[in-house]
């Protein structure tokens, strides 16, 4: 699933590309993953591109005040097109599941893998009327979000870490991946409980946070939609290598699996050595 990084380069990738631009067409195909109906995708024709956000893992393209927003989901993805092809879309026979097309001939589309449909599009007037983004919390790169607007955050939560940093309404952006690179890099549990971190450890987790995120949207800055996946992927210290050298310590790194997803840690950097139980048991074993 793209996160915060990587949903940024997109963002770039589209202003530099897009804006100032008119839409030319839309296209459906997949009905069902526009989430709204008025207005129609007919009010975009002939709209120009104003400018290109994020709001948390979503997109938003404002077409002279009607906005497109999208939400890729785990296993949705853009496609850019320098020429977008002539034909059209037939519903139902491409993983296209919405295509744009520019006044320049250029374009994209939003694709999707797999048989969950979860990528999402909406049309709106306000942003907020998307109903992910009105429940976002905080933006964890944003200059108000200062230490204190991060502990304020863990303050009285019986939550475990892991699960606090994923939730799009308390931090906007930071899914599985990253949340694993975070807690690699703050060397804690992601099983530790928001509520009971000493000050140092909050700290230690709002740098980590930080800088972590903030040095993946280095990395993927500029780099072409067609690269990022593979750069997200590269650019990993634990997530996603179960079974390979911790960068750090050498030790192997380690998972706990759930039902539709897993994470990866260090015992030696992040539980004192102890291996976590795996199948949703949320503690050391013994």
């Not at 839309?26 to 002939?46: F, N």
């Not at 099983?191 to 280095?218: C, K, P, W």
Request: with cysteine.
């Amino acid at each position: 699933m793209p996160e915060l990084p990587q949903v940024q380069a997109l963002v770039d990738f589209l202003a530099e590309r897009a804006v100032g631009q008119v839409v030319a067409g839309v296209e459906l195909g997949s009905i069902s993953v526009l989430k709204t109906y008025d207005p129609p995708p007919q009010a975009l024709l002939g709209a120009p591109i104003d400018a290109v956000r994020r709001h948390g893992k979503f997109l938003d393209l404002d077409c002279d005040g009607t906005h497109l927003v999208f939400h890729l989901a785990r296993a949705g993805w853009l496609r850019w097109s320098e020429q977008v092809p002539a034909t059209v879309i037939r519903p139902g026979k491409s993983p296209i599941a919405l295509r744009v097309r520019l006044s320049d001939g250029s374009g994209f589309d939003l694709t999707e893998a797999g048989t969950k449909k979860s990528l999402a599009a909406y049309l709106v007037r306000e942003v907020r009327e998307v109903p992910g983004v009105a429940r976002l919390g905080p933006d964890p790169l944003a200059p108000e979000f200062t230490r204190d607007v991060f502990g304020g955050l863990l303050a009285g939560r019986r939550t475990q870490i892991k699960g606090l940093l994923r939730d799009q309404e308390v931090i906007a952006g930071v899914g599985n991946a990253y949340s694993d690179e975070i807690l690699h890099v703050a060397r804690m549990s992601p099983f530790a409980l928001a509520a009971s971190l000493a000050e140092a450890d909050v700290d230690r987790l709002y740098a980590a946070l930080r800088d972590t995120l903030a040095g993946a949207v280095a990395a993927a800055s500029g780099k072409p939609a067609a690269e990022l996946k593979d750069a997200k992927r590269a650019g990993m210290r634990v997530h996603g290598r179960t079974g390979a050298a911790c960068p750090e310590c050498g030790d192997v790194v380690r998972e706990v699996s759930f039902a539709d997803s897993a994470l990866q840690y260090c015992a030696t950097c992040q539980t004192g050595g102890k291996p976590l139980a795996d199948r949703r048991m949320s503690r050391l074993l013994k």
